[in-house]
């Protein structure tokens, strides 16, 4: 199966400022996701990152604060912008194979801002 | 609205004891349902995963999962736990009108020796 390497793994911010993350996955899936998961929380959804074309957020993610870039189909970056303590939390990327038969997840980041 | 449930939150059990942890779900139409386990400070990994056949399935490590349709549940087991069993357990849906996977709000297990 897919592997995605996610970088950084971890970091710690000061408010007001952003932060990109990368996923590379080591072959070509067709389609990725970004979640957040905050302690003690599930993973929520931010957005669907479409090959070529702009993302596709859930509600209550916007572009403004999450833009998310996906090039081609082996790479994908979120931004967290502007950044608030309220932003800290692990976002985790993750690839989709084989028409939804198979996902594979990053390491996450472990976002804290101060 | 779509919707995935863990009930047991906090598990706790004694090595070589059963497990059972719920997972239900509201989506109409086609599922296809996973089970994710994330060992402390590693990333998710599938332990099973059910899109149509036999409705119990085999993962890894000795788990499995029954998915009862009239019941929108989809329960994972392990008849006997280990201490290398203690990690977050997250069940999660792929209905058809997406392609992302919905999760549960996850089960934290710690076995003790």
């Known amino acids: 199966s897919a592997v995605i390497s996610q970088k950084p793994s971890r970091d710690i911010c000061q408010r007001g400022t952003s932060l990109t993350i990368q996923c590379q996955v080591d072959?070509?899936?067709?389609?990725m996701f970004w979640y957040r998961q905050q302690p003690g929380q599930s993973l929520t959804l931010i957005a669907t990152?479409?090959?070529?074309?702009?993302?596709?957020?859930e509600s209550g993610f916007v572009i403004d604060k999450f833009p998310i870039s996906r090039p081609n189909l082996t790479f994908s970056t979120l931004t967290v912008s502007n950044m608030s303590p309220e932003d800290s939390s692990i976002y985790l990327c993750?690839?989709?194979?084989?028409?939804?038969?198979?996902?594979?997840f990053g390491s996450g980041t472990r976002l804290t801002v101060v | 609205a779509q919707s995935v449930s863990q009930h047991n939150h906090h598990v706790i059990l004694s090595e070589a004891a059963s497990l059972e942890l719920g997972c239900n779900y509201s989506?109409?139409?086609?599922?296809?349902l996973f089970w994710y386990v994330q060992y402390p400070g590693q990333h998710l990994q599938l332990l099973l995963k059910?899109?149509?056949?036999?409705?119990l399935v085999k993962g890894i490590k000795g788990f499995e999962a029954e998915f009862i349709k009239s019941k929108f549940s989809f329960n994972l087991r392990k008849p006997s736990v280990q201490w290398s069993d203690t990690a977050e357990y997250f069940c999660?849906?792929?209905?058809?009108?997406?392609?992302?996977?919905?999760f549960g709000k996850g089960t934290s297990l710690l076995v003790t020796p």
């Open positions: 993750s690839g989709m194979t084989g028409g939804g038969y198979g996902y594979t």
């Open positions: 072959s070509q899936v067709t389609m």
């Open positions: 990152a479409n090959q070529g074309s702009e993302a596709t957020y």
């Open positions: 989506y109409g139409g086609t599922v296809n």
């Open positions: 059910y899109f149509s056949g036999d409705p």
């Open positions: 999660a849906v792929k209905g058809d009108s997406g392609y992302a996977l919905n």
